[in-house]
């Protein structure tokens, strides 16, 4: 008689920080909102994180399914292997890249089955429209990976935009070849932009991008000082914490959820100097919650009153009106 296996309870991980122990919802409706774009008929696009092209995309409202997110979703559900034995059935070597590896045993069954495989972590991984390589020069994957993909969905396209970071080379400034660079990156880009107004059959909003290429901007700054407030002794944010949080950076860029109140509130209580809200404000109700909910001593807005949806003395108004502490 086989021994009786005793079941063991997955114990979650500790976060230190409301914020972190935020991510995994934020995360899991990421996926969702996928899978209910594909439903309502919306354009899907494969895309790589820290691609440099999110604000692109999001300028014509396509959807980006972060390919490199999901496998690794499935990689902390304990449920990856199904996937990577699939590929390694057909032909590829486990020494690639897990990730790849992952969602391409995956893609290979969806479009087997025409249906999601079974018990899929979240939902499962919505089918693109096409697909969006970046190679960055970061690994052979984020070139290769969709090329593989297309085996088993020939009907989608690919566009492949090339990075490439400046090479460091101790006889070369990077000043002095900024220039080339900054061209070519800029040509691969409008390349981009002319291949997804043929996909789509729109074309590109320039009002609308410079609007959230400004937005991206503030949100690094939060990012930035966020970072700055862990040099404290002891740190409010430690690493596993601090990894968890770079959802944002990571596949969350040209999108505008106000202030992550938790992440200030967290820092607020934690470090006895004042903080500064900076980026991300969208309405006047998320200048008032930076200060009551998120903690925050000092607002730094700037899209608000650049782009004119208020003026500063309106805010000033809203503000003192709430109860809150401003100099008209």
Known sequence: MAEEQKSVERKKRRTATEAAASISSMVKESIASTIRAKEEGKKLAYAFICCCYDEIIRAMDIVPVWTENYAGICGAKRDAERFLARAESLGFSRSLCTYALCGLGFDQWREELGSMPPDSPWGGQARPDFMISSGQILCDPRNKWYQAAQQYM????????????????????????????????????????????????????????????????????????????????????????????????????GT???????????????????????????????????????????????????????????????????GVKVNL
């Open 154 to 253: 020939p009907d989608v396209p690919i566009y492949n935009v090339d990075l490439p970071h400046p090479l460091y080379e101790k006889d070369i400034e990077v000043a002095d070849v900024q220039d080339y660079y900054i061209k070519y990156i800029v040509e691969e880009l409008q390349g981009l932009v002319k291949f997804l107004e043929r996909q789509t059959g729109k074309r590109m909003d320039y009002d609308r991008l410079k609007k959230l290429v400004a937005l991206s901007e503030k949100t690094w700054n939060l990012i930035w000082e966020t970072y700055e407030l862990r040099r404290a002794v002891p740190t409010p944010m430690g690493t596993g914490d601090a990894m968890n949080t770079m959802v944002p950076m990571a596949y969350m860029m």
């Open 256 to 322: 505008q959820e106000g202030y992550d109140i938790k992440l200030l509130k967290t820092i607020g209580e934690t470090v006895n100097i004042p903080i500064i809200a900076s980026g991300g404000a969208g309405k006047l109700e998320h200048l008032y919650d930076g200060v009551i909910k998120g903690g925050a001593t000092t607002l730094l807005v700037a899209s608000l009153f650049h782009f004119r949806k208020i003026s500063i003395r309106e805010a000033k108004t809203f503000l003192k009106a709430k």
